[in-house]
């Protein structure tokens, strides 16, 4: 388990690894409020690669969607989508994942 391993690790990098992970673990069997608990976790670290903290709001905003909490899933899309890094084009797709998912369950 993702989310036992992170507990015994010292690194934050595999500490942000393993409880995203645990969090997509989670989603995929519908337990969301776990898995956005484990995503809250990531949150206390500092993370500067725009593509990893997009994937994250991402997954938030799906699992927020999830538990009924629209409106903190649109905020967080909004954050997201203000997100801007030109050396990693890559982001525009998640960014229209995010439009896309916003789309179709609205």
């Known amino acids: 388990q993702y989310e036992e391993l992170a507990n015994l690790l010292e690194y934050p990098e595999l500490k942000i690894y393993c409880h995203y992970n645990a969090a997509i673990n989670f989603e995929n069997v519908k337990k969301f409020s776990r898995a956005l608990s484990n995503l809250e976790t990531i ?8 593509i990893i903290l997009a994937n994250i709001f991402y997954t938030q905003i799906r699992l927020l969607y999830n538990l009924g909490k629209k409106q903190d899933a649109q905020k967080l899309a909004e954050k997201l989508l203000e997100l801007e890094d030109p050396t990693k084009p890559e982001l525009k797709n998640i ?9 179709k369950n609205t």
């Open 43 to 50: 949150s206390k670290y500092q993370i500067n690669d725009t």
């Open 95 to 103: 960014q229209l994942k995010v439009i896309t998912f916003l789309l």
